[in-house]
C-alpha cells in the first residue's frame, strides 16, 4: 500500500511538473503569436513565371492567333518585323528636290510641323534614353555592346559610331553617316517613323490604311478617277498609314527580351511588359500599351517616373490594428497596396521599386529611429543578374501588405503608413557600384556619377497617411 502511495505522489508531481512546463511553452507560445513585436522581413517571395499565368490574347487582333514567341512582330505584320531592325539601316540620300528640313533626320525639324509632338517629346524618357547613365556605360565601350544597347536607346544607324556590314566576315568601321548629336537625342522621331526616307504613321481621318496606293483593278477595269492620292502636295511625300502603331506590339521589340536575349532568372526573362500585357483583362477588352501611355495620341509616353501618372495605377489602404498602450502589447497596423490600373505587372522590368513603409512619429511629426519597417514591391537581383534575391512585383487584382509590428516609443504619438516609389533603385545601385571600383575609367565615372545624383534624386512619395495615436 505505501509503495503505491508513493508512485502516486510521483505521478503527481510529475503531472505538475508537466503542467508547469508545458503549460509556460502553452502561454510563451501565446505571447509570441499575440503580443511580442515580429519585426517585418522582406519575404523571398518569388513571382509565377508568365507561362503559368493564362494569357487572355495572343496578340491585340486575333484572339486565334497562333503567336511566335520569338517575333510577335511576324505573327502581326512582316512590315514591323523588317522596320525594328538593329540597328535601323541608314536612310541613304534623300530625294533631290527635298528643302532641308524635310531631309532632316533631327527631331527639331519634324517639330517644324509637328510642335506638339516634339514638345510632348521632349519630356519623355524615350528624349532620354541616352542620357549620363547609358552615355557613361558607352565610354570606349566594344562595339557589341554600343548595338545591343543602342537597338532601343538611339536605334537609328545615324546615332551609331562604327557599323558593321552585313556580308559575312565584315567587321566594324568608322560610320560617316554618324551624328553625335543625333545620337544623344535617344528614341527619335526617326526611330519609329521613317525608314528609307519614308515616313509611317497611324491612320488618320485623311489617310485611311492603304489609302496612298491606288485601287487595284480587276481585268478590264479601268482606272478609278475619283481616287485622290492623300500624300500630293504634302511635305516629304506625307507618310504611309500603318495598323501597328496603335497596337501593343508596336511596343514590343524596346520593352520585351526575346529567347536569347539578357538572362532569364526564376524562368522569367528580365523585361517581358508585353507578355505581362498580353495576360491581363486589359489585353481582352483592347487596351493597348497606347491607351495608358500614348493617350489620344500623345507624345509623353509617361512612366514610373510621373508621380500622377503612378497614382493611378494602384491603391493603397493602412489600418491600425492595435494601438501598443497596454502591458506586453506590440503595436500593429497593416499597409496594402493593390494594382488596380497598371495593365501588367506593378512595377514592370527590373529597376524600379515601389517601397511600403510604416514608422512611429514623435509629437513633432518626425521619425523615430529604430521604429521603421518597410516592404520592397519590385524585382530584386544581384547586381552581376546571376540571381533573383526576390520578385514580389504584382499582377493586376493583386495585393502585397506590410504588416507592421513592434514596441511602442514612449515618445510615439503618431503612426506613418506612406508608399515611395524609387524609380531607378537598381540603376543607382549599379552606378554606385561602378563608381566605387571605377569601372567606367574617370571620363565614364563622371558622367555616370551625374547618373547617381538623379537616380537617388527620382525617388517620390505616392502616398501618405498619418495616424494620431492619442487619439485612438
Known sequence: ??????????????????????GGIAAKTYYENNYQPKVFEQPEFHAAPLYKVEAKVPDA??????????????TFDPWLAEHFKAPV??????????????????????????PQQLAEWQTSWHHLGMGPGMMGQLVDAKDGMVKACQRCHAPNAEQYPRLKGSE??????????????LRTEGLTCAGCHVRDWTRFGPETETHALGSETPPELLEGETADSEWVDPNEGLPHNGFVAKGAYQEAVFCERCHDFRDGEGKVLEEKKLQETYQEWRRTDAAA????????????????????????????????????????DKPLEPLEAELTITNVGAAHRMPTYTTPRIVLIVEQLDQSG????????????????????????????????????????AERAES??????????????????????????????????????????????????????????ASQ
Open 61 to 74: 487582333t486575333d484572339p486565334e492567333a497562333e503567336v511566335q514567341a520569338d517575333n510577335p512582330h511576324a
Open 89 to 114: 539601316d541608314l536612310q541613304g540620300d534623300a530625294p533631290a528636290d527635298w528643302t532641308e528640313i524635310e531631309a532632316s533626320l533631327s527631331p527639331q525639324s519634324c517639330g517644324t510641323c509637328h
Open 168 to 181: 559575312e566576315g565584315a567587321t566594324y568601321q568608322d560610320n560617316p553617316s554618324f551624328d553625335s548629336e
Open 285 to 324: 477588352e483592347g487596351q493597348t500599351c497606347q491607351t495608358c501611355h500614348m493617350p489620344d495620341g500623345a507624345h509623353t509616353f509617361k512612366g514610373i517616373h510621373d508621380k500622377e501618372f503612378v497614382q493611378t495605377g494602384f491603391e493603397a489602404t493602412a489600418e491600425l490594428k492595435r494601438l501598443g
Open 412 to 469: 510615439a504619438t503618431g503612426l506613418s503608413a506612406r508608399v515611395e516609389v524609387w524609380p531607378d533603385e537598381q540603376y543607382r545601385k549599379n552606378y554606385e557600384n561602378w563608381l566605387s571600383t571605377n569601372m567606367y575609367g574617370d571620363e565614364g565615372s563622371a558622367i555616370l556619377k551625374e547618373a547617381f545624383d538623379a537616380a537617388t534624386d527620382s525617388r517620390y512619395i505616392a502616398w501618405e497617411r498619418s495616424v494620431d495615436l
Open 366 to 405: 518626425a521619425a523615430i529611429d529604430g521604429t521603421r519597417q518597410e516592404f520592397m514591391v519590385g524585382r530584386e537581383t544581384t547586381l552581376s543578374l546571376s540571381k533573383e534575391v526576390y520578385d514580389t512585383r504584382i499582377l493586376p487584382g493583386e495585393s502585397r501588405t506590410l504588416m507592421y509590428s
Open 1 to 22: 500500500m505505501m509503495d503505491r502511495k508513493r508512485v502516486e505522489s510521483a505521478l503527481n508531481v510529475v503531472l505538475g511538473i508537466a503542467i508547469v512546463v508545458f
